[in-house]
């Protein structure tokens, strides 16, 4: 019964993965015939809808209050509206396994902004060092010194710009919720369903002046805003949902590792995307930077005879809770 229980959980980790690198090459068909913006409502709305679906299922309870709504609408906002637009829009200009690339910097950025934002977070040296890596993982993917001789396509540095602040997005949505929704009482998959609702509702409201561009649809289109929303936006968050719970946050958080593989091989497979040196070479830099911030590769230090290994005192001071890894979530592609 464990096996076969074990067996889901890796079948919902594995399916996760591909599903949210799929995310960028369903964005890339979508702005074929839709604008970034209506890429961007459709699948908040069908995200929604299976989020608001899975809650009436489940009995959960909505948030209530009018300051926990007003907080909600905020992560909707930064966490969803903002950077969804902005990786719909760097699509127009970005082939899918880049954007899939970029998107595995988001521990980074979280780690950035919890730095900047939060007084418990101290930067240390095995977080100095990740942030470090990470950077050169991102410099040696955007192969800056290509833009200066390639003319052809002159947004393509805007547009990895683009994914940079939408995961800069993110990891200030992880910092605020940390921040002010901590303790709440309210579940993952409940605060999921209330910012990607109100999300849907901003993208409502905005879909006058920003999302009116002609539309032309076919079934590839229709196909991946609804696989977009409705299972990446959606039922996929509730399997990382259901490994988070099962294997804790340090092993399910490694999604993020496996998404820019399945967008990469995704973009070759379906849009016969070009895979450069830099690029592969890059997003293993930006692996290894994110492992080492999080301070999951240690270096062994060889013994002096001198040290002597004290059992830790019980005085005050003596012990210092560290925070915890930085929330990651793959599902905002």
């Known amino acids: 019964?464990?096996?076969?229980?074990?067996?889901?959980?890796?079948?919902?980790?594995?399916?996760?993965a591909v599903v949210w690198g799929a995310s960028f090459l369903f964005i890339k068909v979508a702005v074929g015939g839709i604008s970034p913006a209506q890429v961007v409502l459709g699948r908040l709305f069908f995200g929604a809808v299976v989020l608001a679906a899975v809650m009436l299922v489940s009995r959960r309870r909505w948030p209530r209050g009018l300051r926990m709504w007003a907080h909600l609408t905020a992560i909707g906002a930064i966490v969803c509206v903002i950077p969804f637009l902005l990786f719909s829009w760097a699509a127009q200009y970005l082939p899918a396994g880049l954007s899939s690339i970029f998107n595995a910097t988001t521990p980074i950025a979280t780690m950035v902004v919890a730095l900047a934002l939060l007084p418990e977070e101290r930067l240390t040296k095995t977080k100095a060092a990740g942030i470090f890596v990470a950077a050169a993982g991102v410099v040696l993917v955007a192969a800056p010194w290509t833009a200066v001789a390639d003319t052809s396509n002159p947004?393509?540095?805007?547009?990895?710009l683009a994914c940079l602040g939408a995961t800069?997005?993110?990891?200030?949505?992880?910092?605020?919720?940390?921040?002010?929704?901590?303790g709440s009482g309210y579940d993952a998959v409940t605060v999921s369903a209330a910012q990607i609702g109100t999300g849907a509702v901003i993208m409502l409201v905005l879909t006058p002046f920003i999302a009116t561009a002609p539309i032309t649809l076919t079934w590839e289109i229709v196909g991946s805003m609804v696989i977009l929303g409705g299972i990446g936006t959606g039922i996929a968050?509730?399997?990382?949902?259901?490994?988070?719970?099962?294997?804790g946050a340090t092993i399910a958080?490694?999604?993020t590792y496996l998404t820019p593989v399945s967008g990469v091989l995704l973009g070759v497979i379906f849009l016969g995307e070009t895979v450069h040196w830099n690029q592969v070479l890059g997003g293993s830099v930006v692996i290894l930077g994110i492992l080492v911030g999080q301070g999951r590769l240690m270096v062994p230090r060889r013994k002096?005879?001198?040290?002597?290994?004290?059992?830790?005192?019980?005085?005050?001071?003596?012990?210092?809770?560290?925070?915890?890894?930085?929330?990651?979530?793959?599902?905002?592609?």
């Open 1 to 16: 019964m464990a096996g076969k229980r074990s067996m889901t959980l890796g079948g919902q980790y594995l399916a996760a």
């Open 155 to 160: 947004m393509f540095f805007w547009a990895q």
């Open 168 to 182: 800069t997005c993110y990891g200030l949505g992880f910092v605020y919720t940390r921040r002010f929704l901590r």
């Open 237 to 247: 968050y509730i399997w990382y949902n259901n490994v988070l719970n099962a294997w």
């Open 253 to 255: 958080s490694t999604v």
């Open 304 to 333: 002096r005879r001198d040290d002597v290994v004290l059992p830790p005192a019980g005085g005050a001071g003596t012990l210092h809770a560290q925070p915890g890894p930085s929330p990651v979530d793959g599902s905002k592609a």
